[in-house]
């Protein structure tokens, strides 16, 4: 059965930098896209970047410039380096991973908290706090 594991996060002070992984278990899929979201308290979840099989990336506005999404296709790994860290990026993180690309809407349709495209897995949320 696929997984998706997601692990770093944690703390940072404001302008700092952390790393997300998520590793792809059983994911045998050579057509999809992948991506990373977030929930803030009180907030709704919502799209931060994207990439898809072809290495096409997309990123919500907020975090363009700053955050960097990756893949490494031998090893199955998903990763969100993340900069220049406010705290308004204070939130769970999630990975998720849908199959097939976004040929109707384009990469975009998966950001911010109105996507069009549904992910089909998930993985645990990893808490990502940045303070003063």
């Known amino acids: 059965a696929q997984q998706l594991e997601a692990f770093g996060g944690g703390s940072a002070q404001i302008g700092g930098s952390l790393r997300l992984s998520c590793q792809l278990h059983g994911f045998p899929y050579t057509s999809y896209c992948m991506g990373w979201y977030r929930q803030a308290p009180g907030q709704e979840r919502e799209g931060i970047a994207m990439i898809d099989s072809d290495g096409q990336t997309a990123y919500m506005s907020d975090v363009e410039g700053r955050f960097t999404i990756s893949q490494d296709k031998n090893q199955g790994l998903l990763t969100l380096a993340m900069n220049s860290l406010q705290p308004e990026d204070t939130a769970m993180y999630y990975c998720?991973?849908?199959?097939?690309?976004?040929?109707?809407?384009?990469?975009?349709?998966?950001?911010?908290?109105?996507?069009?495209?549904?992910?089909?897995?998930w993985g645990e949320g990893v808490q990502v706090t940045v303070s003063s």
């Open positions: 998720a991973a849908r199959i097939g690309r976004a040929i109707a809407y384009g990469l975009g349709a998966h950001l911010g908290k109105s996507a069009k495209y549904k992910m089909d897995f």
